[in-house]
């Protein structure tokens, strides 16, 4: 972790770990599982400061943390804004909704208060001219952001490794993956270092953490939320997103999260989309919710692929035996539903799929992207251009190839104007179109699938064992919501249930995971982190077998 780091963390407040005082009213208030409801009550009842709950969970990160190694950067002036708010709060009252509320954020996102990495070594001092336009939104609603969470580098991955950030491990399991490319802030709110995460997704990066984190991950429809000052990878499927351990915190997040930007012109797609006015994602949080909704369940998204037994270390028949623990827990899933009034639609097909995605598959514009971004950061950047960072070796072995690859190209038009760029952006309409049409013929109302068919990877290896159910909603634009569907049987692992709605279904799908979260309470918090002790506890740190950081690759990597 750089920023403060964790021995930094004792040097600007008074560790509770370290035998510092606390007063009464403070250590009434349990960080563990607390919503953002529970903040906000203890809080504005007085019962504790906005500072002594931004203590509790920088304590929680000072002792935690080395085992997790979730977060890159703690923010130094998370405690000063904390001050800001208890003043405010007397003088005025809440500032917002999420009024002392502590958000963890993907380090792709722009905040000017810390660097922006995106996990790379080459960007660990590159501090933001200004505020990503959810960042803005989220301070301007009383968030605090007090860290920022490793990824995959360059948000490129699935496993949670960065030059910069090393690995993340899954905190129900330090041996395996938390996720990616969102792998800090899962972890981290798994963990309950904060009480919101922020992600990104271009294909499964929200998702992907939430069902191995137990967490709830909302990927919302493209244009719904603003993309400007998120470090990019592909603009047609970037978006932003929440992760968080309740359907009702995700919901709130939403509600701050959204909102027309001029700089992000997509936006505007979604400012007459419920809810409208004073109307709030959070009125669909109905217990009720699954009463004669239609849910089609999407079979081909269950279970190991057919060549999973290519994949090194595992036969196919292992492959199926650990897809079918998954399974298993996906229909106990279902039969709830059914029990508390979903009608199921079982099984419902999206097939053939594959010409779809193919002709949805845009030229890659990466290289013109992160120019882009890296020209956004004014005179202060640390490069100007791809080539300049490439150039750097800065960088982990993983990202290599690609970033020499872009560096090396031709210098490169503006794809989003050429004829093959505008093909595929009808291929994703009509990829969209194909998935409406599925639904409108088997009169569903959602689809539903495990968010990922088989349990996380271990660390370093088999991770082709992540099956790819996530192109369909990237590629479409269409949302989802991942919630947890509860464990497998045989090692206590996290499964996520996905559910898949038309453009701008949000409301729908919140009001159906809610209930069904409402029905089930499926989440459980990892065992290992949890109320601090007196004394720091013995967390034992993963023992990984290969590098887990590197500065700069040969030029044979």
């Known amino acids: 972790m750089q920023g403060i780091g964790l021995a930094g963390l004792g040097g600007i407040a008074s560790m509770t770990t370290a035998g510092a005082t606390e007063t009464d009213s403070a250590k009434s208030f349990d960080p563990i599982e607390a919503t953002v409801q529970d903040v906000r009550t203890a809080i504005t009842s007085g019962q504790v400061t906005t500072r002594s709950i931004v203590q509790h969970y920088l304590d929680r990160i000072e002792v935690y943390d080395e085992a997790l190694n979730a977060l890159i950067t703690v923010n130094p002036q998370a405690l000063d804004r904390a001050d800001e708010l208890d003043k405010a709060l007397e003088e005025s009252g809440p500032v917002g909704p999420l009024h002392g509320v502590p958000i963890i954020v993907k380090d792709n996102y722009d905040a000017t208060d810390m660097p922006t990495t995106a996990g790379a070594i080459a960007l660990k001092d590159s501090v933001p001219p200004d505020d990503a336009f959810l960042v803005k939104q989220l301070r301007e609603a009383g968030g605090i952001i007090l860290a920022k969470g490793n990824l995959d580098e360059f948000a490129g991955g699935p496993d949670g490794w960065s030059s910069l950030g090393g690995q993340t ?87 701050v999260m959204r909102g027309y930007d001029p700089d992000d ?63 298993e827990v996906i229909d106990c899933a ?170 701008f279904a949000e409301p729908l799908l919140i009001e159906t995971a809610y209930a069904y979260e409402q029905a089930t309470l499926r989440r459980q918090a990892p065992d290992g982190f949890g109320p601090l002790p007196a004394d720091a506890p013995d967390v034992p740190y993963p023992d990984f077998s290969y590098e887990i950081a590197t500065e700069g690759c040969s030029d044979s990597s």
């Open 169 to 255: 491990p899954n905190p129900y399991a330090l041996d395996r993956v938390p996720g990616g490319s969102s792998a800090g802030p899962g972890a981290a709110i798994a963990a309950n270092f904060a009480v919101i995460g922020i992600g990104t997704e271009t294909s499964g990066s929200l998702v992907n953490p939430a069902a191995y984190g137990s967490l709830v991950g909302i990927r919302p429809t493209r244009g719904l939320l603003s993309r400007d000052g998120i470090v990019p990878v592909d603009l047609s499927q970037d978006t932003g997103g929440p992760l968080t351990r309740t359907v009702s915190d995700a919901a709130v997040a939403l509600d």
């Open 334 to 503: 279902i039969e709830d539903m059914e029990q508390h009034g979903a009608e199921i639609v079982d099984p419902v097909s999206l097939l053939p799929l594959d010409d779809l995605l193919d002709a949805a598959s845009a030229p890659s514009s990466y290289k013109l992207y992160l120019n882009e971004y890296l020209e956004s950061l004014g005179d202060d950047a640390p490069y100007r251009s791809v080539e300049e960072l490439a150039a750097s070796n800065l960088y982990g072995c993983p990202d290599a190839a690609s970033l020499r690859e872009a560096a090396e190209a031709e210098p490169e038009p503006d794809l989003r104007e050429s004829e093959e760029y505008l093909r595929a952006i009808g291929g994703k309409v009509a990829l969209r179109d194909a998935v409406e049409q599925t639904m409108v013929a088997n009169d569903v109302d959602v689809l539903l699938y495990p968010t990922r068919a088989r349990t996380p990877p271990e660390i370093g290896k088999d991770m082709e064992r992540i099956r790819l159910n996530y192109p369909v909603g990237p590629t479409a634009g269409l949302p989802s919501i991942s919630v947890p569907a509860g464990f497998t049987e045989d090692e206590y692992l996290p499964v996520g249930l996905e559910l898949l709605g038309l453009e």
């Open 265 to 327: 012109p997509i936006t505007a797609r979604g400012v007459n989309e419920p809810p409208l006015d004073d109307e709030s994602y959070t009125d669909f949080l109905n217990e009720d919710g699954l009463e004669n909704v239609r849910i089609g369940v999407v079979r081909e998204f269950f279970g190991a692929a057919e060549n999973a037994g290519d994949e090194p270390g595992i036969t196919q028949e292992q492959a199926e035996a650990d897809a079918a623990q998954v399974t």
